[in-house]
């Protein structure tokens, strides 16, 4: 559906492909590892039914996103999030990670704050590596 640019890699753009469908309060979608954002796609049709307005995307090196050779940390996934939440002005946020994601949302959470965000789930999450204090 579209791409944002969230950074660059040897003077070639960084993209992240996303979809963003509905109306209504937002719901992003994390998807975990080795999944992309096609892995949502029933969870998606429910939250649409349910009036949600539903954001999946490819995290970098995953489905139509950048293949980049550095950047594989969940500061740079955190970043990531943040440069799209900001590209599509998204604030009451629903942030849900699964797996791999869950690690993205807490560090975007202990990294950016809460101050567009609802609530925040975590399926499936990696504990104990999820929040950094250092």
Do not use: C
Not at 9 to 25: P, R, S
Not at 60 to 87: P, V
Not at 97 to 107: K, Y
């Amino acid at each position: 559906m579209a791409f944002v640019t969230v950074g660059t890699e040897n003077t070639t753009d960084v993209e992240l492909y996303y979809e963003d469908h509905g109306a209504g309060q937002p719901v992003v979608l994390i998807h975990g590892y080795p999944l992309d954002g096609s892995s949502w796609e029933k969870q998606t049709t429910a939250l649409l039914d349910a009036g949600y307005r539903v954001i999946t995307y490819d995290r970098r090196g995953f489905g139509k996103s950048s293949k980049t050779t550095s950047g594989y940390d969940y500061d740079a996934f955190a970043a990531d999030l943040n440069a799209l939440l900001n590209r599509l002005e998204l604030n009451n946020a629903v942030l849900v990670g699964f797996s791999m994601g869950t690690g993205e949302v807490a560090r975007y959470l202990s990294t950016y704050g809460s101050a567009r965000v609802a609530r925040a789930a975590f399926l499936g999450s990696l504990e104990p590596f999820l929040l950094k204090t250092e």
